[in-house]
């Protein structure tokens, strides 16, 4: 991990610990829930968001005034408004994708789940992703919560991440195996 990317997450990780702990004695985790899907969706969704958070062009007032108005458009409870508008002043907006990542992995224990990242080669139904999500917790021991992805490149099948393990059954994967075999040989 290089060096900017463990010191944003160690910030991430301090500030995702203080939002988590004070929803949680308030009895609010799940509008942080809430909270955090609405800010990841808008990461993905608005290059200006992302731009806005990133930028060093922005000064520390302009931040924060558009923070501001984007928590009170997207209703964020005040917990998480507060909390990005601290960030905007101390200039730590840019961890923001790092602290969405942090709730999420809190969140996820405090409610004895784990996300699973799964990229297919095309967009699976709903009930495709209900019966994996069936079979990962039996694997698992924990109700599993999938995370899709689409990449065509893979030809077909998946690719299932679940923590630090990894299922590869991509047809891209398998043809790449197959070539590294065929040049062993000849």
Known sequence: MS???SISTGIAGRYATAVFELAKEGKKLKALETDV????????????????????????EQQAN???????KMKLSPVVANTLSLMAGKRRLFVLPQLVACL????ADENGEVTADVTAAK????A??????????????????????????????????????MIDTSIRSKLASLQNSMKEVG
């Open 3 to 5: 060096e900017p990317v």
């Open 37 to 60: 899907d609405t800010l990841d969706a808008a990461l993905a969704e608005s290059a200006d968001f992302r731009d806005l958070i990133a930028s060093p062009l922005y000064s520390r």
């Open 66 to 72: 558009a923070v501001e108005a984007i928590a009170k």
């Open 104 to 107: 999420r992995g809190l969140i």
């Open 123 to 126: 967009a699976m139904t709903k």
């Open 128 to 165: 495709q992703q209900d019966k994996l999500a069936k079979t990962l917790k039996e694997a698992v021991g924990k109700d599993v919560k999938i995370k899709m992805a689409v990449d065509e490149s893979l030809i077909g099948g998946l690719i299932v991440k679940v923590g630090s393990k």
